[in-house]
C-alpha cells in the first residue's frame, strides 16, 4: 500500500501502482470525468502513471491553470497529427501551451497554409478527437529517437535529441501518431470538443533569424463547444475595446515613426485625460503629507553604479550619451529612486522629521526590443506615479496602512472594484539571499501582513516572491472583461539606504538608517490609462472623461443661446463644447454618441423661450427638459458620486 496526501490534506491508503485517475475516482465518478492531468511530489505526471511510492498528489481539471496547459500541450499534438495528415512531409519542431491556447511550428517545405486552410484542419482535428486514443508515453533510447527522426530527415527534432541525456528522452504515442515529448496530457484525445485554429505567423527555428524559418500555427481548444463560443465572443468584444484603436478615435494619443518606436505622443485630448488623473493623485497625495519633486531625465553613470541600476540595466538598455568636451557620461533615466535618494540625502534628518515622502510624476526610459512593443502597455519611455516614503522602522506599519488606502482611493474612483493582492515575503531558508537584518524583514513582513488585514484586502502571500531588498504588495486589478492587470504596487528597501548611505538621527543621538518605501498606486500613466480605455470601453468616469457635455444648437439660430449655455457650464467648471457643424442633429447626436460624450444637450426655440436644455444621456437615450440650472446641479451630483474626497 502507499500513503497519497491531497491538497486539503487528506491522507488515504491506495494499492501500489494506483493512478491518479483511480485516486480521482475514489474522490468521486462525476469529479474523475474532469480531471485532467496530475502532479506528484510536484512533478508533472500523466492521469494514468502508476504511483509507486507515498507522496502529495494535485489533480487538476480544465478550471485550474495547470490543467489548461495540459489540456492546450495535448492539443498541440492532435494539430500536429493533423497537419501530417495533410502534409505528410512535414517536419515537426516543438509544440507548447501558451497563455491562450497553443502553437506548433512547423517546417512546410513548399507548401503554405493560410486562413482558408483553417476550417479543414479543425475539422480533422475533431475528427481525430472522437477516436478518444489515449496518450501513453515511453522511454526510448538516444539511439533509437535519433533514428526515428532522421529516417523522416527531421534536422530539427535531431537537434532537440542532440542536447538531451540517453535515459531522459521519452515519445508520446496517441493513435498512430509519435512525438518526442517530456509528458503531461489529458486522459485521451476525446475530452477536446470545441478546437479553433487562430492564425499562422512566421517564426525562426530557436528564435535565431540566422535559423530557418518555420510557420506557427496558433490554436484554442476547449472541453465544451460553450467555451469556445464564450472565449470568441471575448474576443471579439476586446478587439472592439483594444486601446490602440479607441486611443486613435478619441484622440488620446498616436506614435510617430519619425518620433521613434515605442515612444507615445500625447495628443490634446489625451494630455488633458493625463493631467487630469495627476492632479487627483496630487490632491489625494497632498493630504496624505506627500511633498512633490522634480529631477532630470538623465543620471550620470555613478548614480546608477551606486544604485546598482547599472549592473541590472546598463548593459541591454539604452547606450550612454556622453558630453562632447569633458567626456562624462550619463544615462537616461531606468528609474527615480536614486534621484530621490540624493535629494534625502540633502540634508540632514532627525527622527522627529521622519517619515519623509517625496513624490513625482517622473519618466523613465527602458529599452524594449522593437518586437515586444505594445501599444501603450509596452513602451520606450513612461511615467511612473512614483513616490519614495522615507521612515523609521516604527513607522512602517502606519505608513503601509496609508498607502494601501490611497491605492484603495484610485482603484474605487476609477471604478476597478475588482482586485485582489499578493503579499510577497522572504524565503525563509534562503536567508542569505535577501540584504538586512532578520529583525527588520520581520518587522516590515508583519506590516505589510498587518496592513492587508487590517484594510480587508483580499490577498495571498507568496513566500519566496519577495525582491532580494525587501518585501512588497502588488495590486492585480480585474477588467471588465475578466483580464487580470497588474497594477499598484507597494515595496520596501532596505537596499537603497545602505547604498547611498541614509540616515537620520534617533532619539539616542545615533545615527540610523532609515526604511524606504517605493509606491506607485497607477504604476505607469501610460500603462494605467491603456488598461482603463480597455476596462471602461473608452466611457470613462464622468470626472476624468475629456468633454462631459455637448451642445447641439438645431441650427445656426441658436448658436447665440448655445454659447450662452457654455459660459453657464463653463462657469461651473463643466468641461463642454458645442458641435456648430451645419449638420442634421441626428447626425450630430450618433457623432457625440460614438465619441462617448456623456451628456448632449439639445437647444432649439423652445429651449431657448424657457431657459432649458433638452438632455440626452450617452447610451441611455432622451432625459427630458431641464432647465440650466437643473442640469449643472444634476452633473454635479452625478460627478460627486464617483469621486470622493480623499
Ligand atoms: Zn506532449
Ligand atoms: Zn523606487
Not at 455 to 466: C, H, N, R, S, T
Amino acid at each position: 500500500m502507499i500513503q497519497i496526501t491531497l491538497p486539503d490534506g487528506t491522507v488515504k491508503d491506495f494499492q501500489k501502482g494506483s493512478t491518479p485517475m483511480d485516486v480521482a475516482k475514489n474522490i468521486s465518478e462525476g469529479f474523475a470525468r474532469n480531471v485532467i492531468s496530475a502532479k506528484f511530489n510536484d512533478i508533472t505526471v500523466e492521469s494514468s502513471t502508476p504511483l509507486t511510492e507515498n507522496g502529495n498528489l494535485v489533480l487538476f481539471t480544465f478550471n485550474d491553470e495547470e490543467g489548461k496547459k495540459t489540456f492546450w500541450h495535448s492539443s498541440a499534438h492532435v494539430l500536429a497529427q493533423a497537419i501530417t495528415s495533410f502534409y505528410p512531409d512535414v517536419k515537426l519542431t516543438i509544440g507548447p501551451a501558451i497563455e491562450n491556447g497553443y502553437y506548433y511550428d512547423v517546417d512546410l517545405g513548399d507548401n503554405i497554409i493560410s486562413d482558408k486552410d483553417f476550417k479543414a484542419i479543425e475539422q480533422k482535428m475533431l475528427e481525430l478527437a472522437r477516436g478518444k486514443h489515449e496518450f501513453k508515453m515511453r522511454e526510448v533510447s538516444k539511439e533509437d529517437a535519433l533514428n526515428f527522426y532522421k529516417s523522416q530527415n527531421n534536422e530539427y527534432k535531431v537537434e532537440l535529441i542532440e542536447n538531451l541525456e540517453d535515459g531522459e528522452i521519452t515519445f508520446c504515442d496517441h493513435s498512430d501518431f509519435t512525438d518526442l515529448c517530456r509528458g503531461g496530457h489529458i486522459p485521451n484525445t476525446g475530452i477536446i470538443k470545441a478546437v479553433k485554429v487562430m492564425s499562422v505567423a512566421g517564426a525562426y527555428w530557436r528564435g535565431d533569424e540566422k535559423n530557418n524559418q518555420l510557420t506557427r500555427i496558433y490554436g484554442v481548444s476547449f472541453p465544451k463547444q460553450k467555451m469556445l463560443t464564450e472565449y470568441l465572443a471575448l474576443l471579439e468584444e476586446a478587439k472592439k475595446r483594444d486601446h490602440r484603436k479607441l486611443g486613435k478615435e478619441l484622440e488620446l494619443f498616436a506614435f510617430s515613426t519619425k518620433v521613434g518606436q515605442g515612444l507615445p505622443l500625447w495628443l490634446p485630448k489625451g494630455a488633458a485625460l493625463r493631467e487630469r488623473l495627476e492632479n487627483f493623485l496630487k490632491k489625494a497625495q497632498k493630504k496624505a503629507g506627500y511633498e512633490m519633486v522634480m529631477t532630470p531625465h538623465i543620471g550620470q553613470k555613478e548614480l546608477y553604479v551606486t544604485s546598482g541600476h547599472y549592473a541590472k540595466y546598463g548593459e541591454d538598455s539604452f547606450q550612454p550619451i556622453h558630453t562632447p568636451k569633458e567626456d562624462e557620461e550619463f544615462f537616461l533615466k531606468p528609474m527615480n529612486c536614486p534621484h530621490h535618494c540624493e535629494i534625502y540625502n540633502n540634508k540632514p534628518y532627525s527622527y522627529k522629521e521622519l517619515p519623509k515622502r517625496f513624490a513625482e510624476f517622473g519618466t523613465v526610459y527602458r529599452y524594449e526590443q522593437s518586437g515586444e512593443l505594445h501599444g501603450l502597455t509596452r513602451v520606450r519611455g513612461f511615467t511612473q506615479d512614483d513616490a519614495h516614503i522615507f521612515c523609521t522602522p516604527d513607522q512602517l506599519d502606519t505608513e503601509f496602512k496609508e498607502v494601501i488606502d490611497l491605492v484603495l482611493y484610485v482603484f474605487k474612483s476609477l471604478s476597478f472594484e475588482n482586485f485582489t493582492a499578493q503579499v510577497s515575503l522572504r524565503d525563509k531558508e534562503k536567508s542569505d539571499k535577501y540584504i538586512g537584518s532578520d529583525e527588520n524583514w520581520e518587522k516590515a513582513e508583519n506590516a505589510i501582513i498587518n496592513a492587508a488585514k487590517e484594510k480587508g484586502l483580499d490577498y495571498v502571500v507568496e513566500y519566496g516572491e519577495a525582491a532580494f531588498y525587501g518585501p512588497k504588495l502588488d495590486f492585480m486589478v480585474k477588467d471588465a472583461l475578466g483580464r487580470s492587470w497588474q497594477l499598484g504596487t507597494i515595496q520596501v528597501d532596505y537596499n537603497l539606504p545602505e547604498r547611498f548611505d541614509l540616515n537620520y538621527k534617533g532619539a539616542d543621538n545615533q545615527l540610523h538608517r532609515p526604511v524606504m518605501i517605493h509606491r506607485a498606486p497607477f504604476g505607469s500613466m501610460e500603462r494605467f490609462i491603456a488598461v482603463l480605455i480597455e476596462h471602461t470601453g473608452g466611457k470613462f468616469p464622468l470626472w476624468l472623461t475629456p468633454e462631459q457635455v455637448i451642445i447641439l444648437p438645431i441650427s445656426e439660430k441658436y448658436q447665440k443661446y448655445a454659447e450662452n449655455v457654455l459660459h453657464l457650464l463653463e462657469n461651473s467648471e463643466i468641461r463642454a463644447l458645442i458641435d456648430d457643424r451645419s449638420e442634421k442633429t441626428g447626425r450630430k447626436i450618433r457623432d457625440a454618441e460614438l465619441n462617448k460624450v456623456p451628456f448632449m444637450l439639445i437647444v432649439g426655440e423652445q429651449e431657448e423661450e424657457s431657459g432649458t436644455v433638452s438632455v440626452r444621456k450617452q447610451g441611455d437615450g432622451d432625459m427630458g427638459t431641464l432647465t440650466i440650472s437643473e442640469f449643472i446641479s444634476y452633473i454635479n451630483k452625478e460627478i460627486n458620486s464617483t469621486l470622493k474626497q480623499f
